[in-house]
Every structure is written in C-alpha cells, then in structure tokens.
C-alpha cells in the first residue's frame, strides 16, 4: 500500500527569520494523524534567514540528521564539536542521555535550506555522539547511495537505530530500485525537483508512505534529489 503525502498538507511555521514545513508533528502543529512513521519521527525542512538560528537548547535520546540543501549550517555542542556542514554532507547527532547544541546560517547573504530529521533510537540513555560526511554527487546520480545506517555501513554515517536512509539525484531515464524486507517500511521525501515513486508521480515537498510493498521503485526523475529511508515497523 502507497500513501501520498503531499507538500502543501505539510503543517507550516512562519518564524520570521526561520521558515519551515513539517511533515511530522512538531512543535505547535500538531496532527495525531500524522505523528511518525515507524521509528521516522521528524522530517523539518527549514529555511533559515541570513545570520539567524536556533540559540542552544537541548535533546535526549534522539537520532537527529541534518541534510542540507542550500547554503551553509553552522553547528555548536556541549561535546565541544564546532563544525560547518554544506550541501552533499550528511550530519549525525546522537542525543543520548543529554546534549546541548545550536544551529546557525552561517552565509551573511544567502538562506540555508536543510532537512531535520529526527529517528527513535533502538535504546535510550546511550553516550551522545556526532559524525559527518561528504557524499559526492557522482555517487548518488542515478543510483541510491546509503548514507546514515545502523554501523556505518558502506561508508554512511552511524544510526543507534534500526533505520537504513539513502540519498539519489534522478533525471531523465535514470531509475533506481530498493528492495524492502517483509515487515519493513519504506519513506520516500522528495527534496527537490520530480520524481516517480512506483508509479506515482511525486514534486518537491511530497512523500511516500510505503507499507506492505517488496520494493520502491524510482523513475522519470525532473533534476530530482530524494531522499529513501528503509524503517523499523
């Protein structure tokens, strides 16, 4: 079974210097029709204003990826990392029993636009953490490329969570299939551009919620970057 989530059913926010969609319920939107999708508990895509962020607060026990777009993120934590994190690099912050943090647009005249993704953990009170890696994008054009998976494996960075999710550029005849176990759970987010999800014909924005379906097959990519996640029920 296929679900369709389209973009404009996304909850929104309008911060002023932070705009932001929510496919997940977040915050001050609230939609218990909408509040995760197997261990996927949060998919944030904010714009940020020039020399704005979030000051520091705080998360516990949460897998929480930054994915971005355009633009620059600058990033602060209680364990002392101080890091910026561009386009084709992937951010990895494991919460654990407690972390600090903030996040900032650090370009003086441009947005950043990024995906915040939040992932439960497979256990609680863990030793916070964090990584990041470049993906190039000859690496994912036409094909799925993992990039965050329990173990790092194949290079992506390290989930404390049952949770596979893999980065693909589409265009034109390029296609690309992964296959789901039984009992598994497939999430397709287009980031930018179109793309075809079994079929289904997706803009920037959408999703796809896949239950009960062998396989997520994508195709007719419109100068699409998407994003593929492989769930614990």
Request: hydrophobic share 40%.
């Amino acid at each position: 079974m296929i679900t369709l989530r389209r973009s404009a059913e996304r909850g929104q926010a309008d911060h002023g210097w932070l705009q932001s969609r929510h496919s997940f319920s977040f915050a001050e939107y609230h939609d218990p029709q909408h509040m995760s999708f197997g261990n996927l508990r949060v998919i944030n895509e904010d714009r940020i204003a020039p020399g704005t962020g979030f000051g520091t607060h705080g998360h516990r026990d949460m897998e929480i990826v930054s994915y971005v777009l355009d633009g620059v993120l600058a990033h602060r934590d209680s364990l002392g990392n101080g890091a910026t994190i561009v386009p084709g690099e992937v951010q990895r912050m494991s919460a654990g029993r407690g972390v600090m943090h903030s996040e900032f647009n650090a370009a003086p005249d441009a947005m950043t636009h990024f995906l915040q993704i939040w992932i439960l953990p497979d256990a609680t009170g863990i030793a916070p953490g964090y990584e990041q890696k470049a993906f190039a994008g000859e690496d994912k054009r036409g094909r799925l490329r993992l990039v965050a998976s329990p173990g790092g494996r194949d290079g992506a960075v390290t989930l404390h969570a049952d949770a596979r999710l893999h980065a693909g550029l589409f265009d034109g005849a390029e296609r690309a299939e992964l296959a789901l176990a039984p009992g598994r759970l497939g999430y397709v987010h287009v980031a930018r551009g179109g793309v075809a999800v079994n079929g289904r014909a997706l803009q920037a924005g959408d999703a796809a919620l896949l239950r009960d379906e062998p396989r997520i097959m994508l195709a007719d990519g419109r100068d699409a970057e998407v994003l593929v996640f492989d769930l614990a029920p």
